[in-house]
């Protein structure tokens, strides 16, 4: 088995003009980017293309799962928006109970009642 040496890290043009943060973030990239090789070369080749293929059936099922959640919410929501015609029938004859209410209140203060509130509960 012949080991093959890397070449020496690419010192940064202008070194020199860099700051030490600068010069220290490329050391731990260069760094980083050996020891990912290094860890590379020693698992086998299936293991790389079963890892992209496990890491594909994962998204997948994500997909479906994210994919059915949108179907309901939809489905949701067109029940929502067929009920929705009572929903504002009822909103405007509250709007006009509002409204009346709003005029017997200003018609004057001698046939305000103490000021009764009137409520409508739904059957």
């Known amino acids: 088995m012949s080991e093959e040496m890397n070449p020496a890290p ?15 973030i490329f050391h731990q990239r260069r760094g980083l980017e ?10 086998p080749p299936q293991f790389k293309e079963h890892t992209q293929a496990a890491g594909n059936e994962f998204a997948t099922g994500f997909r479906v799962l994210i994919d059915a959640a949108i179907d309901e919410i939809k489905k949701a929501s067109e029940m ?34 103490g000021g009764k509130i009137r409520v409508e509960l739904d059957d």
């Open 34 to 43: 050996e020891f990912g090789k290094a860890m590379e070369s020693l698992l």
């Open 80 to 113: 929502e928006d067929h009920d929705g015609s009572g929903e504002a029938e009822h909103e405007a004859q509250a709007r006009a109970n509002l409204s009346a209410d709003e005029e017997d209140d200003e018609g004057g203060g001698a046939g305000n009642k």
């Open 10 to 24: 690419e010192e940064p043009i202008g070194e020199e003009e860099q700051t030490p943060l600068e010069q220290f």
